[in-house]
């Protein structure tokens, strides 16, 4: 009897603690590719290519040190038809496999097309099995049960039942400290004189792979140093990164978690986004070590740093997920707002004059990073203010950044960043006038536009802009409680000072491609 298995591995599968890999097998053999499929459905950042392709090749390789059979395609093998299913049918064909078997995707896309796949198999005789992943710690219906006959998705609410249902920071059925969110506690600027913790990077060289790239067209956005590559590649680097957030930046981490500077890119964060949305780490460990951390440094380590560093983890993560597959595919083509401009050109080069925006951009493009903050309130704020079509906000943040994969992009953006669900995920458009972006950064201090300026010469567009938001929206939003009061100022300006706010955003409009 024929039980040879063909087993496909995605790109962002690469846990070595999944059950699959416990037990050597002659009968199976594992796939793994780099294909233009997955190079060109998005125009990515250079270092979200050269990341996956060098962390996936990595993967590969101690597959086959455990002793497993792997068959991996790069991009210029001659034999790489360059998709998934051509190139698997091939696989399946030539060995004569009896099986094919995949761990479920987490796109949309991915899990159609593989379901597809699958269905055709069918069809010839072979036998098609998905299994789990094994990461994430909610089903992708959770959610959606949760909140079953809801019009909208709390997170709060999901955030309380993780908690319970994993025994975080609990004390029975309550929370350990009898407060279940300190997120009020997570919103300090940056003290001038604070010293900031250099990032934990490492210096692979990818040159090979870079020129590989280069080579075989791909066209990509940002920089790299291809003999200085930052980002972990595997488990062990990434168990360092952890172990470094733990120890070094999970002190100050809640405390300043929204914050924003010129002095630095990384500041308390623990960047450890793409080794999570690769699987290199699973979320539990993640948060054990950093409440095993809290645990034994309480002096030093206030419980508001962890609680804000959990609520992301299993909290906010685990909720982008469930609301992404209780409302794909239709969320993909959500525009509440209506909104139709086209993305400023300088979001492709950081070439503005506006400070926040130069830095948060530049940042972007030089690292394929940049921290929650810096996408919502400023790069994410501009373009909801501007009114840019949620698609091509859309592919600029699936493409920038280097964790960016659709399920945890796609319901940030269209959600929480440009509220183009119409409030499934956010009661309330999180814009903001320069006054917050003051607040929070030191952006302002050094910026050619005026902070408190509304209109005239240098006025920081962000200003007159946000006012011309909640004037041109004013049918969806005045009856909205959370955002009441500015409602209320709106409507206190003199005709004149609106005409005069409105008259300036439209000029902005005009030409946004040369702030």
């Known amino acids: 009897m024929n039980n040879f298995t063909v087993r496909l591995i995605l790109g962002d599968q690469l846990s070595p603690q999944h059950s699959w890999f416990q037990e050597v097998r002659e009968d199976v053999l594992y796939v793994m590719m780099e294909v233009r499929q997955e190079t060109d459905y998005a125009r990515h950042h250079i270092q979200k290519v050269l990341g996956f392709f060098a962390a996936m090749?990595?993967?590969?390789?101690?597959?086959?040190?455990?002793?497993?059979?792997?068959?991996?395609?790069?991009?210029?093998?001659?034999?790489?038809?360059?998709?998934?299913?051509?190139?698997?049918?091939?696989?399946?064909?030539?060995?004569?496999?009896?099986?094919?078997?995949?761990?479920?995707?987490?796109?949309?896309?991915?899990?159609?097309?593989?379901?597809n796949f699958c269905h055709l198999l069918n069809k010839r005789g072979i036998q098609t099995t998905a299994y789990d992943t094994e990461h994430f710690l909610s089903s992708r219906s959770d959610v959606a049960e949760l909140f079953k006959d809801k019009t909208t998705y709390l997170l709060e609410t999901f955030y309380r039942s993780m908690r319970?249902?994993?025994?975080?920071?609990?004390?029975?059925?309550?929370?350990?400290?009898?407060?279940?969110?300190?997120?009020?506690?997570?919103?300090?600027?940056?003290?001038?004189?604070?010293?900031?913790?250099?990032?934990?990077?490492?210096?692979?060289?990818l040159s090979k792979i870079h020129q590989m790239l280069i080579q075989s067209g791909i066209q990509t956005i940002g920089t790299v140093n291809e003999k200085e590559f930052?980002?972990?590649?595997?488990?062990?680097?990434?168990l360092e990164t952890l172990n470094f957030f733990a120890v070094s930046c999970l002190p100050l981490f809640g405390t300043y978690q929204d914050a924003m500077t010129t002095r630095g890119w990384s500041l308390f964060h623990a960047r450890l986004s793409f080794a999570m949305n690769t699987k290199m780490l699973h979320p539990l460990e993640i948060v054990e070590r950093c409440v095993e951390e809290w645990r034994s440094r309480q002096e030093e380590i206030s419980y508001s740093q962890v609680e804000g560093f959990v609520r992301q983890i299993i909290g906010w993560r685990e909720y982008m997920r469930g609301v992404y597959w209780a409302e794909m595919p239709d969320y993909a083509h959500k525009n509440a707002l209506d909104h139709t401009a086209p993305l400023p050109d300088w979001y492709w080069t950081g070439k503005t004059e506006m400070n926040c925006l130069r830095h948060a951009v530049g940042q972007s493009l030089e690292y394929g990073y940049a921290h929650h903050i810096q996408?919502?309130?400023?790069?994410?704020?501009?373009?909801?203010?501007?009114?840019?079509?949620?698609?091509d906000v859309d592919a600029w943040y699936l493409g920038v950044y280097i964790d960016a994969i659709e399920w945890v992009e796609i319901t940030n953006t269209r959600g929480m960043s440009q509220f183009a669900d119409g409030g499934i995920v956010?009661?309330?458009?999180?814009?903001?006038?320069?006054?917050?972006?003051?607040?929070?950064?030191?952006?302002?201090?050094?910026?050619?536009?005026?902070?408190?300026?509304?209109?005239?010469?240098?006025?920081?567009?962000?200003?007159?802009?946000?006012?011309?938001?909640?004037?041109?929206?004013?049918e969806k939003f005045a009856k909205n409680p959370r955002?009441?009061?500015?409602?209320?100022?709106?409507?206190?300006?003199?005709?004149?000072?609106?005409?005069?706010?409105?008259?300036?955003?439209?000029?902005?409009?005009?030409?946004?491609?040369?702030?």
């Open 426 to 474: 956010g009661t309330k458009p999180y814009v903001s006038s320069a006054n917050y972006i003051d607040k929070m950064s030191d952006y302002c201090t050094s910026c050619r536009y005026d902070k408190s300026k509304r209109h005239g010469e240098n006025a920081c567009p962000f200003n007159s802009l946000y006012w011309d938001f909640y004037h041109r929206h004013r």
């Open 483 to 515: 955002i009441a009061v500015m409602y209320k100022t709106l409507n206190a300006m003199s005709t004149e000072e609106l005409a005069a706010t409105l008259a300036q955003a439209q000029e902005y409009k005009s030409h946004v491609n040369e702030l």
């Open 375 to 391: 996408r919502l309130m400023v790069t994410g704020n501009f373009a909801l203010l501007l009114g840019v079509h949620p698609d």
């Open 164 to 205: 319970r249902k994993y025994k975080v920071l609990m004390d029975g059925s309550e929370p350990l400290t009898g407060q279940w969110n300190y997120d009020a506690e997570n919103r300090k600027k940056l003290p001038k004189a604070l010293p900031l913790p250099q990032p934990h990077v490492f210096r692979h060289d």
């Open 230 to 238: 930052l980002w972990c590649l595997n488990r062990k680097e990434a």
């Open 57 to 115: 090749r990595d993967f590969a390789n101690l597959l086959q040190r455990q002793g497993h059979n792997v068959t991996y395609l790069t991009l210029d093998n001659p034999d790489n038809r360059q998709t998934l299913p051509e190139n698997l049918l091939a696989i399946i064909t030539n060995a004569k496999a009896a099986h094919f078997q995949y761990q479920l995707p987490d796109e949309y896309r991915l899990d159609t097309q593989l379901a």
